[in-house]
Nanobody, 114 residues
Framework: QVQLAESGGGSVQPGGSLRLSCVVSESIFRFNAMSWYRQAPGKERELVASIFRYGSSKYVDFARDRFTISKDNAMNTVYLQMNSLKPEDTAVYYC????????WGQGTQVTVSS
Protein backbone atom coordinates (compact mmCIF):
# COMPACT_ATOMS: atom_id res chain seq x y z
CA GLN A 1 0.00 0.00 0.00
CA VAL A 2 1.02 3.60 -0.50
CA GLN A 3 1.78 4.84 2.99
CA LEU A 4 2.53 8.50 2.22
CA ALA A 5 1.33 10.30 -0.88
CA GLU A 6 2.18 13.94 -1.62
CA SER A 7 0.28 16.20 -3.95
CA GLY A 8 -0.14 19.89 -4.69
CA GLY A 9 3.16 20.71 -6.33
CA GLY A 10 3.36 22.68 -9.51
CA SER A 11 4.89 25.64 -11.26
CA VAL A 12 4.31 29.15 -9.95
CA GLN A 13 5.79 32.59 -10.42
CA PRO A 14 7.83 34.26 -7.70
CA GLY A 15 5.53 35.56 -5.00
CA GLY A 16 2.96 32.89 -5.65
CA SER A 17 1.57 30.29 -3.29
CA LEU A 18 1.11 26.54 -3.19
CA ARG A 19 -0.48 24.20 -0.70
CA LEU A 20 1.06 20.75 -0.49
CA SER A 21 -0.82 17.81 0.93
CA CYS A 22 0.35 14.45 2.20
CA VAL A 23 -2.16 11.70 2.83
CA VAL A 24 -0.77 9.20 5.31
CA SER A 25 -1.80 5.70 6.32
CA GLU A 26 -3.69 5.98 9.58
CA SER A 27 -1.41 3.64 11.48
CA ILE A 28 1.59 5.78 10.56
CA PHE A 29 -0.08 9.16 11.00
CA ARG A 30 -1.38 8.20 14.41
CA PHE A 31 1.99 7.53 16.03
CA ASN A 32 4.53 9.62 14.15
CA ALA A 33 5.72 13.16 13.93
CA MET A 34 5.24 14.50 10.41
CA SER A 35 7.66 16.65 8.50
CA TRP A 36 8.22 18.23 5.14
CA TYR A 37 11.65 18.08 3.57
CA ARG A 38 12.86 19.38 0.25
CA GLN A 39 15.65 18.51 -2.14
CA ALA A 40 16.89 20.58 -5.04
CA PRO A 41 18.72 18.86 -7.90
CA GLY A 42 22.25 17.95 -6.86
CA LYS A 43 21.64 19.10 -3.30
CA GLU A 44 21.06 17.22 -0.09
CA ARG A 45 17.61 16.83 1.35
CA GLU A 46 16.81 19.44 3.99
CA LEU A 47 14.15 19.82 6.63
CA VAL A 48 11.48 22.45 6.06
CA ALA A 49 9.04 22.01 8.95
CA SER A 50 7.74 19.46 11.42
CA ILE A 51 4.50 18.98 13.29
CA PHE A 52 4.12 16.70 16.26
CA ARG A 53 1.37 14.48 17.56
CA TYR A 54 -0.25 17.11 19.74
CA GLY A 55 0.00 19.88 17.20
CA SER A 56 3.14 21.77 18.07
CA SER A 57 5.36 22.62 15.16
CA LYS A 58 8.80 23.85 14.27
CA TYR A 59 10.29 25.52 11.21
CA VAL A 60 13.69 26.10 9.80
CA ASP A 61 14.51 29.78 9.52
CA PHE A 62 13.88 30.15 5.81
CA ALA A 63 10.38 28.72 6.21
CA ARG A 64 9.18 30.34 9.40
CA ASP A 65 7.69 33.54 8.00
CA ARG A 66 6.36 32.16 4.73
CA PHE A 67 5.37 28.53 5.27
CA THR A 68 2.83 26.94 7.57
CA ILE A 69 2.64 23.27 8.46
CA SER A 70 -0.67 21.90 9.66
CA LYS A 71 -2.54 18.63 9.86
CA ASP A 72 -6.04 17.28 9.78
CA ASN A 73 -6.25 14.33 12.12
CA ALA A 74 -9.61 13.19 10.79
CA MET A 75 -8.23 13.03 7.25
CA ASN A 76 -4.77 11.66 8.13
CA THR A 77 -3.31 14.51 6.13
CA VAL A 78 -0.48 16.93 6.69
CA TYR A 79 -0.23 20.19 4.76
CA LEU A 80 2.40 22.71 3.89
CA GLN A 81 1.08 26.12 2.92
CA MET A 82 3.80 28.00 1.08
CA ASN A 83 3.44 31.72 0.44
CA SER A 84 5.71 34.32 -1.12
CA LEU A 85 7.56 31.64 -3.00
CA LYS A 86 11.02 32.37 -4.32
CA PRO A 87 13.06 30.71 -7.06
CA GLU A 88 15.30 29.19 -4.40
CA ASP A 89 12.28 27.28 -3.10
CA THR A 90 12.37 25.16 -6.25
CA ALA A 91 12.80 21.55 -5.16
CA VAL A 92 11.10 18.24 -4.78
CA TYR A 93 9.17 18.35 -1.53
CA TYR A 94 8.88 15.15 0.47
CA CYS A 95 6.56 14.11 3.23
CA UNK A 96 8.21 12.29 6.11
CA UNK A 97 6.94 10.36 9.09
CA UNK A 98 9.36 9.70 11.91
CA UNK A 99 8.85 7.42 14.86
CA UNK A 100 10.07 3.94 15.58
CA UNK A 101 10.40 3.66 11.80
CA UNK A 102 10.91 6.31 9.13
CA UNK A 103 8.70 6.69 6.07
CA TRP A 104 9.03 8.84 2.96
CA GLY A 105 6.66 9.82 0.24
CA GLN A 106 7.70 9.89 -3.40
CA GLY A 107 7.83 13.67 -3.53
CA THR A 108 6.07 16.44 -5.38
CA GLN A 109 7.84 18.94 -7.60
CA VAL A 110 7.67 22.64 -6.81
CA THR A 111 9.05 25.00 -9.43
CA VAL A 112 9.21 28.75 -8.88
CA SER A 113 10.22 30.71 -11.94
CA SER A 114 9.22 33.60 -14.15
Amino acid sequence: QVQLAESGGGSVQPGGSLRLSCVVSESIFRFNAMSWYRQAPGKERELVASIFRYGSSKYVDFARDRFTISKDNAMNTVYLQMNSLKPEDTAVYYCNAAGSDTYWGQGTQVTVSS
